[in-house]
C-alpha cells in the first residue's frame, strides 16, 4: 500500500497544464510507467470561471483498485497537485522520476511527501496563511456495511458541512462487476476532491479530503466516526502560497452572466 503526493512548482508555460489531450495522455502514460493498472479511464474535468480567476485549470482522476491517481493542474500559477492512492508497493524516488518526465517542475518549490496509514494519528503543525490548504487521510474500521450510494451520499453530504464548491456529483464504481473486493467513490470541487475506497473484505475504509482552502477539519473525525472506529488520522500541508506576480499568464474572458448560470445549473438539484 503506497500513499504519495507531489506538489510541483515552477512548471513552464511551454508544459501544457490546460490542455485535456495532454493531460488526459500523461496521467495515463504515468501509471504504465509505474506499472499500475487503472480499473477505469481518466476523467477529466475544466475549471473555468470560478472564485478565483487564476485558479483555472484542469482536474483529472482515475479508478485503480482500491486507490486513485488524481492531478489538479493551475496553469497560470505555474503548478500542479499530484495524489496516488495505491495498494501496490511504489518506491517514492521511481514515483517522483516518472512524474518529472511528464510534468516537469522546478525542484527548489516542488515536493514529494508520503502518508502513513496504519495507526498514526498525526497532524502536521503549518501556518494556514502559507500554505494552499491540508490534506486529511483517515482510515476507518467500518461498523455496518456500506456500499457506493451511501459513499456518494456521505461524501456529497460532507461538502456542505466543511463549506466546499462541487463541480461534479459523487461518482464510485466497484473494482470488478463479480464478487468485488473494493468500491471507491470521488467527488470533485473547486478546491480539489474528496475521495473514498473501501476494502470490502476487511470492512476497511480509506478517506481522503485534499484541500486548496482551510477549513475546520477537526470535526470531519466526529462524522468519520458515525461510521466506525478511526484507526488512522493524518493531516498535512499542501502546496506553498503561490505568487501570482511571478507570472504574466492572463485570465480567460470574464464569462457572461447568462452562461455562468448554466453552468451552475446542475446544482439546484442539490
Known sequence: MTH?????????????????NFINQTINLVLFDLKIKPISPAYLLPYDYGLVPIDEGL???IFLEGGHLTIHTFPLRGCYFVDLYTQQDIDPNFFHKVIQRYWPSAKPKSRLF?????????????????????????????TSNTNLESTNRFLEGLIDNIGMTPITRAFGLYNQYTNPTFLSSIVMIAESHLSIH??????KMYFDIFSCKMFDYARVQGLLEKMGMVKSWHVVARGEKHDPRSTK????????????VALNWWK???
Open 249 to 260: 499568464r492572463k485570465a480567460k474572458i470574464k464569462i457572461n452572466s447568462k452562461a455562468k
Open 114 to 142: 508520503s502518508a502513513n496509514r496504519n495507526g498514526i494519528n498525526q497532524s502536521e503543525a503549518f501556518d494556514p496563511k502559507s500554505v494552499f490548504g491540508p490534506h486529511v487521510m483517515a482510515t476507518v474500521q467500518l
Open 4 to 20: 504519495l503526493m507531489f506538489d510541483g512548482y515552477g512548471v513552464k508555460a511551454s508544459i501544457a497544464l490546460g490542455n485535456s
Open 59 to 61: 482536474s483529472s482522476y
Open 268 to 270: 439546484e438539484k442539490l
Open 198 to 203: 473501501v476494502n470490502l473484505q476487511e470492512s
